[in-house]
């Protein structure tokens, strides 16, 4: 359905013409080497194989043709993956028409672009808090021990601390990164690749 609705809105615009839709990973794959199209629309969430895989993939079997990545997710990793996969671009899925048709026009001048909630996502990553860069060198091991499934007993007697210590690591840094629990600890390690010393 969000395809279907994509081509016929873009069809709308005289300079732009949809010569494809796949519903897989390996489809897009094919039907890319098949059109040859100047801009590549790419969701994240394929079947059989990710977007960024795809995006990898294109990058070394028709370079010329610019991903611009589609997608629900505004998490930092997932635009670093794309954007490092060679992505041109990067919209949020809830954007509106126009800044999709923006975007695809500005990706064609050889531009990048980022939606502004993907920006305003990736900026408050950063600098919620004064953001990792705030967490000390003991802060981050704790972090990541605890990303890694490990109990405060057992970070205290690895890291040859108190338990009492390791519990005020723990708010600490969830006071600078502006996190509520140890789910949110974790998703933050493994997203800024802080789960392993």
């Known amino acids: 359905m969000v395809r ?3 081509g016929a809105l873009l069809a709308r615009e005289p300079d732009m013409v949809m010569v494809g839709e796949a519903q897989t990973g390996p489809g897009a794959i094919e039907l890319a080497q098949a059109q040859r199209p100047d801009v590549l629309l790419l969701d994240i969430g394929l079947p059989e194989m990710d977007g960024v895989a795809v995006a990898r ?3 070394e079997r028709l370079p010329e043709v610019r991903v611009l990545a589609l997608s629900v997710h505004h998490d930092p990793h997932y635009v670093r993956e794309m954007l490092r996969a060679g992505a041109a671009g ?7 028409l126009v800044e999709l048709v923006r975007a ?12 502004p909630e993907v920006t305003r996502e990736a900026l408050g990553q950063r600098f919620r808090a004064g953001g990792d860069a705030a967490i000390s060198r003991r802060e981050r091991q704790v972090l990541a021990l605890l990303a890694a499934g490990k109990r405060s007993v057992q970070i205290a007697a690895q890291l040859n601390i108190s338990t009492a210590t390791v519990e005020v690591h723990r708010r600490n840094i969830m006071r600078k990164l502006g ?3 140890v789910a949110d600890l974790t998703r933050y ?9």
Not at 90 to 96: N, R
């Open 104 to 115: 695809i026009r500005l990706v064609m001048q050889e531009k990048l672009y980022l939606s």
């Open 189 to 197: 390690a493994i997203r800024e690749g802080l789960t392993s010393l």
């Open 90 to 96: 990067y919209v949020d899925k809830s954007s509106a």
């Open 4 to 6: 279907e609705a994509l």
């Open 57 to 59: 993939a294109l990058r």
């Open 179 to 181: 996190l509520h629990t």
